[in-house]
């Protein structure tokens, strides 16, 4: 068993890592909360495997659990989601000695994050990640929220709504890796690779050396890429939880991967976006001289080599791109914060002039490669 333990303002939390752990989970959650009342929140991908497996030992460890399946769609994950976990809170009788479990994905996880920081004004909250991409990535460091509709551009606002509610506990068991379609392993292996264009090298190199099989979906020798990337995201939570410094880091990929997530007819998972988004932003890196072409070029291969997208499937006008961008919350006064691959990790920049951005755009369009 891997233990991390993550300082956070609303109490230090513990990340568990271990195969074979969901039906083991009754005493670490009742050493987080002594309620033994919860809304357990599940993706329905996985009300009747790893819910399951969660529900069934929790109850009979003395547990009143209110099950709550979720849809786990990008466009359901808005205000409605969490106003039917508060329903599910209310008709349970869920108070502020209990608590809110999540078993499933980002979208589940995020959602039921955000239910638990405003329920009765904050309650606690389990994280139980099962894809790769909430394993190392969404489950940690407590961002919460939902896509909200932003009528001038008739597309959802990505994660606008939500707030920072840090989890009481995470439980990462790769076992549950086992049902998970192989195009979302991929877009966890997005979230990785990030973390090890930011801040690890050795991370590079065990993704280069695993990726024929993890890109395959063979997930034997997926434990250490985990514990090394969460490793990553723990430290930059624990420096800058309110995302004011260095988080902002973790954004890598993510202002360009927004402005396309939302396009249907690009039909890309948000790992795959993400993959988009790194290469317009290695790409904008090297216009300005912040990496070698060369390092533009091992970002890309990186990315290709785990088997995800690196250029757009269509044509999409850059004007309207640059559009979507300006809407990313992370913009400040108008302008873009974008972050980009700079030396041997990442830096924040505000003053990337749009001619550059637009240039960035230009490098993914799929007549560019
Ligand atoms: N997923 C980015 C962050 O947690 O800040």
């Given at each position: 068993m891997t233990c991390m333990q993550v300082a956070a303002s609303r109490g230090p939390y513990d990340i568990v890592i271990e195969r074979d752990l969901l039906g083991r989970c009754g005493p670490m959650i009742a050493a987080v909360n002594s309620g033994r009342r919860a809304v357990l929140v599940e993706d329905e991908a996985v009300s009747a495997t790893h819910a399951e497996v969660v529900a069934a030992h929790l109850q009979s460890q003395g547990w009143t659990l209110s099950r709550h399946p979720l849809r786990a769609e990008e466009h359901l994950k808005q205000m409605a989601a969490v106003e039917g976990i508060w329903a599910a809170a209310a008709a349970a009788g869920v108070d502020r000695g209990d608590l809110i479990i999540a078993v499933g994905g980002g979208i589940v996880g995020d959602v039921a994050g955000f239910a638990a920081a405003t329920w009765l004004r904050g309650i606690d909250v389990v994280q139980v990640p099962t894809t790769l991409l909430s394993m190392v990535?969404?489950?940690?460091?407590g961002k919460t929220g939902v896509n909200v509709p932003l009528a001038d551009v008739g597309q959802l606002g990505k994660n606008m709504a939500g707030a920072f509610w840090s989890p009481n506990l995470v439980l990462v068991d790769a076992d549950a890796l086992g049902t998970l379609p192989v195009r979302e392993v991929r877009s966890g292996l997005a979230e990785c690779a990030k973390h090890a264009v930011i801040g690890d090298r050795a991370l590079e190199s065990l993704l280069l050396s695993e990726a024929e099989a993890l890109a395959a979906g063979r997930l034997d020798g997926v434990d250490p890429v985990i514990e090394q990337a969460i490793a990553v995201k723990r430290a930059v939570v624990q420096q800058d939880e309110r995302e004011s410094g260095a988080r902002m880091l973790l954004n890598l990929g993510h202002t360009f991967g927004h402005a396309i997530e939302p396009i249907e007819s690009l039909d890309l998972t948000h790992g795959e976006a993400v993959s988009i988004g790194m290469v317009a932003a290695s790409a904008c890196a090297a216009g300005l001289n912040l990496i070698t072409r060369e390092r533009e070029a091992s970002i890309r291969t990186l990315l290709a080599s785990l088997g995800l997208p690196v250029c757009l499937q269509h044509t999409v006008p850059v004007d309207h791109l640059l559009a979507a961008m300006r809407h990313d919350k992370k913009a400040v006064a108008g302008q873009l914060r974008l972050v980009l691959p700079s030396g041997d990790g990442a830096v924040v920049r505000d003053d990337v002039p749009m001619e550059r951005v637009a240039s960035a755009w230009h490098a993914v369009q799929p007549d560019a490669v």
């Open positions: 990535d969404a489950s940690i460091g």
